[in-house]
């Protein structure tokens, strides 16, 4: 995106399954990582750094399968800091546990926002519509407050350790290759995202710039 003022960045690997029997404690984790405006990351990001009007992460679930993403819009001239910063802050969640504060916002935000699920028939439409897709009992949320009050510290950590795994994110950043490349590839030259990575140059369709260019002059 040739002049773009902003840069779009995601960082990405695969996740756990909806039908996880940590869901619960892993959704917690998730929440305090980068769920809400008082997340880690946002306040990171927004708050801290002035970078992004707004940053966050979670667990995208399909059927079989789940994603983990750490995503922000930042201006352009932080686009490299952005994404170091994202970075630390998974390696931080997968491996040193949350305070007692984070854990009792979080718990109580979901417990919280429950009833919003039902609060329409649109809404408990999609709430059975979503347990009917992953399988789950249709009484889930019978117990879903209690499950997420009775979640530990000791549980946040263990599921970060579990599911967050820095070295095998992939990052994707949209954004002014002239300008915010060569600091991306800096980051990688040197390790700062961890050894062994290398960076590929995408155009506008998203196949490589190298493949597209051979495939021109064929």
Known sequence: MPGAPQSYVLLAHPGPVRQAP????????AGILGGDFSSRINMNLREDKGWAYGAGAGIRYSRGTGLFRAVASVRADATKDAVLELYREVQKMASSPVTDAELQREKSGEALALPAQFATGQDILATYRDLIFFGLPMDYYATFAQKVGAVT???VAAAGKEHLHPDQLHVLVVGDAKTQLPGLREAVATGALGAGGTVVELDADGQPKAASAARAAG
């Open 153 to 155: 510290a000791a549980q």
């Open 22 to 29: 940590d869901f619960v404690p892993t959704n917690v984790m």
